[in-house]
């Protein structure tokens, strides 16, 4: 049975993958939204003015999903720059994090960038 530190280990990488999907998937989005409304492929011109409102929205999902990763590290590293300035305040080597609003915004951003992204994706 793996103990508490293999466990968090563990679920920082796939947290970590998550987030490099989410990235790859939201760029993936962008770029191909905005390559068909740029593009000049005579055959799709029609099609493709006619959802053109469609293409942006999707871009602007996109763009939020990407924000919202930001925001989550920014977070993250913001509760850790408190944590490491607790620590040094009070001569500590170890101590626990605390579930503050850095952590719980954090939270929100890891989960609100991949249930937007779905909805881009399914949009699509």
Not at 42 to 55: A, D, G
Not at 81 to 108: G, H, P, R, V
């Amino acid at each position: 049975m793996p103990n508490i530190e293999k466990i968090i280990s563990e679920k920082n990488f796939v947290t970590d993958r998550i987030s490099t999907q989410v990235r790859i998937i939201a760029v993936g989005l962008l770029a191909t939204t905005w390559s068909l409304l740029i593009g000049q492929v005579n055959i799709f011109i029609n099609t493709l003015q006619y959802f053109r409102v469609h293409f942006i929205l999707i871009s602007i999902i996109a763009i939020i999903v990407l924000m919202f990763d930001f925001l989550q590290y920014e977070c993250s590293y913001l509760n850790i720059n408190k944590k490491i300035k607790l620590m040094n305040d009070k001569d500590l080597t170890k101590a626990d994090y605390e579930e503050d609003n850095y952590y719980k915004c954090s939270q929100f951003f890891f989960i609100a960038k991949k249930y937007i992204l779905y909805i881009g994706v399914a949009t699509l």
